[in-house]
Structure formats: structure tokens, C-alpha cells
Nanobody, 122 residues
Framework: QLRLVESGGGLVQPGGSLRLSCTSSEFPVNNFNIGWSRQAPGKEREGIAAITGRTEITNYAESVRGRFTISRDNAKNTVYLQMNSLKSEDTAVYYC???????????????WGRGTQVTVSS
């Protein structure tokens, strides 16, 4: 089963920034819609950002709109999630995957990676 690989997580103070990366050695991510989701301890996974394959249309959850930016670099076969103004409630494991629908609230994927931990704490 094809899976994507996330990286770039870490520990950051509130108000800080991180950039997550999502790539695959098995298929060209630029050909597909890609979504980012996250799962905090004791909570369900939630979709937070998505980008279309060729037109680069983006969509965001209200909880991250204006703070997070999803983008892609086709030359590097990578999708990024730039996260600014981080809050403690952003602490979660972040996943990327190939998605069919751009609807954030119903985001699903059969190619979620193993995830990367983001911890926002002072």
C-alpha cells in the first residue's frame, strides 16, 4: 500500500512556526490532491488543509485558516504545511495523504503516512 512520508515536526513555543514536509518515493505527489490531517491525544483525526493536484486550489479548516499554509514544490515532489502562530491546541501528530475530496470535514485517505509529532509548549 502506497504511503506518504511526513517530516519536520518538533517542539516549538507558542507563537512559533514550523514547516512540515510530505513526500513519496513511490509516486508523484503533484499529480494528486493531498491533504494534511492531525490527531491529538484522545481526539479523533481532523482534516486541516488540502491542495489540488494541478490547479493548486487550497482549502483549510477554520481552526487553522490564516495561520497555516499548504503549498507544493513539484520539482521536489513535496507538499508543505507552513504553520505560524502556533498554539498549544495545535499539539498533535500530523499526517499527510492522497485524498479524493477537497472537503475538509470529511477528509479521508488510504495513504496516510506514519505522521510527525508537533508539540507546542513553553
Amino acid at each position: 500500500q502506497l504511503r506518504l512520508v511526513e517530516s519536520g515536526g518538533g517542539l516549538v513555543q507558542p507563537g512559533g512556526s514550523l514547516r512540515l514536509s510530505c513526500t513519496s518515493s513511490e509516486f508523484p505527489v503533484n499529480n494528486f490532491n493531498i491533504g494534511w490531517s492531525r490527531q491529538a491525544p484522545g481526539k479523533e483525526r481532523e482534516g486541516i488543509a488540502a491542495i489540488t493536484g494541478r490547479t493548486e486550489i487550497t482549502n483549510y479548516a477554520e481552526s487553522v485558516r490564516g495561520r497555516f499554509t499548504i503549498s507544493r514544490d513539484n520539482a521536489k515532489n513535496t507538499v508543505y504545511l507552513q504553520m505560524n502562530s502556533l498554539k498549544s491546541e495545535d499539539t498533535a501528530v500530523y499526517y499527510c495523504g492522497k485524498i479524493q475530496s477537497m472537503f475538509i470535514s470529511t477528509m479521508s485517505s488510504d495513504s496516510w503516512g506514519r505522521g510527525t509529532q508537533v508539540t507546542v509548549s513553553s
